[in-house]
Nanobody, 123 residues
Framework: VKLVESGGGLVQAGGSLRLSCVAS????????IGWFRQAPGKEREGVSW????????QYSDSVRGRFTIASDNAKNTVSLQMNELKPEDTAVYYC?????????????????WGQGIQVTVSS
């Protein structure tokens, strides 16, 4: 199993970034993919997750209405469109594969992780 994130970087507050996660090594439709983030000194936080089986999506309260998760099953790719970015969105962002068809906000329900990618939002 391999998960590779791309698309991070530095952006001003109010700007946008689009993260992508390309997955390989498993049957993509059978598992949920989640996006998590971890800021220095803080616990890893579930941001958004999607079931590749039925397209069910969920978001944390902190990003709902600003971020959009989407899955392209033909390309084994999950994207996270991040709009109206705030300085508090600054973190290393990870994509992860769940152990189940449905995702959750709990990191311990994810068995495989990407290497992470930095997102920095300046004020």
């Amino acid at each position: 199993v391999k998960l590779v994130e791309s698309g991070g970087g530095l952006v001003q507050a109010g700007g946008s970034l689009r993260l992508s996660c390309v997955a390989s090594g498993f049957t993509f439709d059978d598992y949920a993919i989640g996006w998590f983030r971890q800021a220095p000194g803080k616990e890893r936080e579930g941001v958004s997750w999607i079931s590749n089986f039925d397209g069910t999506t969920q978001y944390s309260d902190s990003v709902r209405g600003r971020f959009t998760i989407a899955s392209d099953n033909a390309k084994n790719t999950v994207s996270l469109q991040m709009n109206e970015l705030k300085p508090e969105d600054t973190a290393v962002y990870y994509c992860a594969r769940s152990t189940r068809t449905l995702g959750s906000r709990e990191p311990n329900e994810y068995a495989y992780w990407g290497q992470g990618i930095q997102v920095t939002v300046s004020s």
